[in-house]
DNA sequence: ACAAGGATACCT
DNA sequence: GGTATCCTTGTC
């Protein structure tokens, strides 16, 4: 078992920081009295209003007010009509930022990761704890700068180059990962 | 290369 | 109420 991250830690305004940090952290999804570990392996920051990837580029809306929360919360959406993202709400309240999880373990993709743990809307704006089934960990694995590799985020076209070219996508590169990509070619 | 799929945001 | 769009994936 390793040490549950705290909400006190995800609640920096430092996004990408976060996001760097989380990369090597693990995803921990207890269910039926069983937990399952799955170590971070890629992530991408969405850091607040001004970042028009980030949904909340558009302001508070029904669906966005989960990324208005303090750090510490899930914040879980359907894209496509049929893949669940999933989110870390990260800084302070009223800062709307997030780390979306695209890979752990074994699993490349953040449908495919949200399929393979079963997670679905009901988790939206839970806590990332033991108790609501899904809570994050650092279990001491070390991950230097040289086993990190940055990109452009995926699928963010939309919001123009300048946001569309920032260095937010963190993948882990260790040995025996290849190069840890989404099951697509790598942009660029 | 492209359809599937449904919620969302923004328009009339 | 209509519709363009979407932080993707699997199959074509």
Known sequence: MGRIITEAELRSPDTVGLARWLVGKALVRTRRGGSTVHVITEVEAYDSERDLACHASRGRTPRTQT???????????????????????????????????????????????????????????????????????????????????????????YAGPLWARKPWRFVLSGPGRGEGGSGRPAPQ
């Open 67 to 157: 990324l208005y929360a303090a750090g510490g919360v899930w914040y879980v959406y359907l894209v496509y009509g049929m893949h669940h993202m999933l989110n870390i709400v990260t800084g302070p309240q009223d800062y709307p930022a997030a780390v979306l999880i695209r890979g752990a373990g074994s699993v490349t993709g953040p449908g495919r990761l949200t399929r393979a743990l079963s997670i679905g809307r009901s988790l939206n704006g839970a806590h990332a704890s033991p108790a609501s089934g899904l809570h994050l960990e650092d279990v001491g694995l070390k991950v230097g700068a040289a086993d990190i590799v940055a990109t452009a985020r995926i699928g963010v076209d």
